[in-house]
């Protein structure tokens, strides 16, 4: 009898993005995979997204699987699509992004290679003409197959982001994206890697991130706060993890999600009171965990220094910031 190949379950949820659909649900329809589903959620959207939503539904009624739900918001989207997923994997793709073709068969192929459960690629930025503005290597130095057991240095250095992975679908048998959150692949993804032994990656760059001129995102305001209570519901679990003792690593990730991500919000928060106010709570957030700043200072992704290799301006916006000159800092920024 003739193996049936693995199914993959792509999750699209859209709103709003009218301008940007067709070329995401291009790349899609046109993967070199075929066993493949495309669940377009529709979020409630207010322009003409459902219109090219049911165009393509009707044009590749094979693979393109509509639905349309009140507004809930990204989590509460993506939550929908794997509700409704028939595959044996996940792939989640912003609807104003798109990926290279070979992106879900190469993926799937690395996944039943090495039985992992998580496999990872490459993320390029592009800007709305298409040109490659930032190159996002994920894991460098590091092979194919990853053992997490040996190489456990990956849960503290790596970007969650949901859009550039493969998941084996059973990882969200008891797990979901947390409605309402902003931040929630930093909340959740971390919690997936601790159920896998093994990952895997591409160093392919075969997702392309748009970064859009007119992009909500951009607005920085108190729910950055998002960003600390992902990593305290990720400490909760990690502690009933296998990997429970690895408490350096888990430091790390401390630092690198709870300090140098939080910063890097804050940098760019106009409203001042909103500055000093997100400010103190970070410092709670450090003192609670007794993070000493030699830690902070010296911490290291992928073998190098990370404070080091930051650009001069953020050097700086870092070291004002542990030095507690904060009126300096609103200068800078």
């Known amino acids: 009898m003739k193996n049936v190949p693995s199914k993959i379950s792509v999750i699209v949820p ?5 301008n940007y659909l067709a070329k995401c649900l291009d790349s899609l329809v046109r993967q070199t995979y075929q066993n493949i589903e495309i669940l377009v959620v529709n979020d409630g959207s207010k322009d003409h997204s459902e219109h090219i939503i049911q165009e393509y539904a009707q044009k590749y009624p094979e693979k393109v699987k509509p639905f349309i739900k009140e507004n809930g918001g990204l989590s509460d989207a993506r939550n929908f699509g794997i509700d409704h997923a028939t595959g044996d994997y996940l792939g989640f793709v912003d609807s104003d992004d ?16 090495h039985q992992s459960k998580m496999v990872i690629c490459n993320i390029q930025k592009v800007d709305e003409n ?30 969650y982001f949901a859009c550039n992975k493969l998941f084996k679908k059973e990882l969200f048998r008891y797990k979901r994206f947390k409605k309402g959150a902003h931040f929630e692949d930093i909340q959740l993804i971390p919690q997936l890697l601790l159920e896998c032994d093994t990952i895997s990656q591409t160093q392919n760059f075969h997702y392309q991130y748009l970064e859009r001129t007119d992009s909500i995102t951009k607005t920085h305001t108190e729910k950055g706060l998002d960003i600390l209570k992902a990593v305290i519901d990720v400490e909760e679990v990690f502690e009933k993890s296998g990997y429970s003792g690895r408490k350096k690593e888990l430091k790390n990730f401390q630092i690198f999600e709870g300090v140098y991500s939080f910063l890097a919000y804050l940098a760019f928060v106009k409203d001042e009171r909103t500055f000093y106010d997100m400010s103190a709570k970070l410092e709670i957030f450090i003192k609670d965990r007794e993070l000493k700043l030699k830690d902070i200072l010296n911490y290291s992704r992928f073998d190098k220094n990370y404070l080091l290799s930051l650009p001069l301006k953020k050097k700086i916006y870092y070291l004002l910031f542990f030095a507690g000159q904060k009126k300096l800092i609103r200068k800078l920024v």
């Open 130 to 159: 298409g040109k490659v503005t930032q190159k996002l290597t994920q894991i460098p130095n590091m092979p194919e197959k990853i053992d997490l057991r040996n190489n456990f240095s990956v849960f503290s250095d790596l970007s």
């Open 98 to 113: 798109y990926v290279a073709p070979s992106m879900f068969e190469e993926m799937v192929h690395l996944a039943e290679k």
């Open 14 to 18: 859209v709103y709003n993005v009218e």
